[in-house]
């Protein structure tokens, strides 16, 4: 519903009470079952916000803890810049789940601009899917990377029917859905279009990514971009504002930096996102 303001907050005040609750009575963190799940979905949300500072404050209440949501971590080195944190991540992803440690690494390197990590790590998804047809999340994530790499190396035709694949088979799944992964596949498919210069798909991906989540930033970024391509001033400045609102607690230059790298697409330039201070 993009109520991300009081979800987070108030999942932040529940870890800091479960806490408190483990040190009252004695408890480890790992005796508590529903502990790392609340604390992962604390962190997905504080980086939808773009709240880099306290999402790093709850990855080291992680280390402590020994909690290990790698992929989450991830997600965070992704969206920073912090490649020590996206090798940490990757290499220890790559000893349990090849495929997904695969999907991440190629993510990363599309944030980079790598198109050729894009295409090794793409490879090893499809090798994958070969052996392992019934698995529907590896499916997506070899779909998602495909159709982004598509993208890059200026198919747009394939690169976007891939990556509409993904948003048909997930727009009515709650599971693709929950716990803030909201319009995760139609930010990607607007992306995409926009990196191939389809304003059509691009502004209807994004629109749709804004009515399954009106806080994504991304997507009001890609309809400031457009709209700014189409010399519509005013409106941009209405889709910077709702991106603004949606990273109201992020640090400035985080929200600087996401918004050019978005305007990197619609410009056409597989430019890296650059690190948040690391």
């Not at 599309?110 to 999340?137: F, N, P, T, Y």
């Not at 498919?189 to 209807?204: K, P, S, T, Y």
Request: hydrophobic share 40%; charged share 25%.
């Amino acid at each position: 519903l993009g109520r991300w303001d009081r979800t987070t907050d108030l999942s932040w005040q529940a870890i800091v009470l479960e806490q408190a609750y483990h040190k009252a009575m004695n408890l480890k963190p790992g005796e508590d079952h529903q502990y790392a799940h609340h604390m992962e979905i604390l962190m997905v949300s504080l980086i939808h916000q773009g709240r880099f500072a306290e999402a790093r404050e709850k990855l080291a209440d992680q280390r402590r803890d020994g909690l290990k949501p790698y992929a989450v971590w991830l997600r965070l080195a992704t969206a920073t810049g912090d490649t020590a944190l996206a090798t940490e991540a990757i290499e220890k992803l790559q000893k349990n789940d090849r495929p997904q440690a695969a999907f991440a690494a190629g993510m990363w390197c599309w944030r980079q601009g790598d198109i050729d990590g894009m295409r090794a790590h793409a490879e090893v998804l499809r090798q994958a899917r070969q052996s392992g047809k019934g698995d529907k999340a590896n499916e997506l994530r070899m779909l998602e990377l495909l159709g982004l790499l598509a993208c890059e190396e200026g198919d747009g035709k394939t690169g976007l029917a891939l990556l509409k694949r993904c948003v048909d088979r997930t727009k009515d799944d709650h599971q693709a859905h929950a716990w803030g992964n909201g319009a995760h596949h139609m930010e990607s498919w607007g992306l995409g279009a926009l990196r191939v210069g389809d304003r059509v798909v691009a502004r209807e991906a994004f629109l749709e990514a804004l009515a399954h989540d009106p806080a994504s930033a991304i997507a009001a970024l890609g309809l400031q971009a457009l709209s700014e391509m189409e010399s519509q001033s005013a409106q941009a400045e209405r889709y910077r504002i709702l991106a603004a609102k949606a990273w109201n607690k992020a640090d400035g230059a985080d929200f600087k930096r996401l918004e050019a790298w978005v305007r990197g697409k619609a410009a056409g330039k597989p430019g890296a996102l650059a690190s948040a201070g690391n």
